[in-house]
């Protein structure tokens, strides 16, 4: 039975169709597809849709992809990153032409989210693609004025595969931000390439006191390392929201 897609609602029940509108290569592996819904219902910033696509044979394959910004003029962007041998990513990335229809339902999630109402300061902490819902809330934060001060951590394997590179690099919009490099840092960066740590949280987030919203994203061992280390360091765990995309 269908059923009324509502923004911060957990899931819909309707799939529309939706056309490509403009491809952005965003890192040499990660794209964003930009599509114009037939009938959007509106999202919230964290929230995802199903994608589906069908062969001609009739074939189907469905997978998440996080809203990567606010709608405007009705258009819906998600920025999908190209996973080696994947069956759907490698299609979007590579194959889906401009003027083609796939189609979406959504928008899907009622808890990894965050209003531009929220007073709290929030602690972003993104793990390659992980970054995309994240990114949709420093984008919400900018585009509706809020000064809620935002943090962002974001573990990358070499500053090439940095998604949103110029405007995370646009200091302007007061979102402070940290870049780990797992695989290769740049000359001068200071720290040697690793994985997360503990360290890593205390040295760049927020203090336990500030009680931070806190949203991480990105492969789930990254994720549950990330948690864990927030929760070493006092973060109230009801506080700790997570995405795991692997
Ligand atoms: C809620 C949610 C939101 C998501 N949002 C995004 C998004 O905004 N952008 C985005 O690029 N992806 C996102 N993903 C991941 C996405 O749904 C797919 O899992 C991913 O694109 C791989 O699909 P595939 O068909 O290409 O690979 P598959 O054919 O399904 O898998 C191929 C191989 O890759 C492995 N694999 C699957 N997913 C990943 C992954 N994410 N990283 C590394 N290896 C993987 C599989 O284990 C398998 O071995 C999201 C996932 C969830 C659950």
Not at 61 to 88: C, H, I, K, W, Y
Not at 221 to 226: D, Q, S
């Amino acid at each position: 039975m269908a059923r009324t897609a509502l923004p911060g609602g957990l899931v819909t029940g309707l799939w529309q169709r939706a056309r490509l509108v403009e491809r952005r290569p965003e890192t040499a592996t990660a794209v964003t597809l930009v599509f114009r819904p037939e009938n959007w219902p509106g999202h919230l910033a964290g929230q995802h849709a199903d994608i589906r696509l069908t062969a001609d044979d009739g074939y189907t394959a469905v997978r998440s992809f996080s809203m990567a910004a606010p709608v405007r003029d009705g258009l819906v962007e998600f920025t999908v990153q190209r996973v080696n041998d994947g069956e759907v990513s490698t299609y979007l990335c590579d194959d889906l032409p401009v003027g083609a229809d796939v189609e979406l339902k959504g928008p899907i999630g009622g808890w990894f989210i965050w209003r531009e109402t929220e007073t709290r300061p929030v602690l972003l902490v993104a793990g390659g693609s992980g970054i995309v819902p994240l990114q949709a809330m420093i984008r919400q934060r900018r585009e509706s004025g809020s000064d809620v001060p935002f943090r962002l951590i974001y573990s990358v394997r070499t500053s090439a595969d940095i998604i949103y590179r110029d405007e995370l690099r646009d200091a302007a919009d007061g979102v402070e931000t940290t870049i780990l490099y797992t695989r290769t840092a740049p000359a001068g960066s200071g720290r040697p390439p690793a994985r997360i740590s503990l360290a890593d949280l205390k040295e760049h987030g927020w203090t336990p006191g500030f009680d931070p919203a806190c949203f991480i994203c990105g492969p789930t061992g990254f994720v549950e390392t990330a948690a864990k280390a927030l929760v070493a360091m006092g973060h109230n765990s009801h506080r700790i929201k997570t995405e795991r995309f692997g």
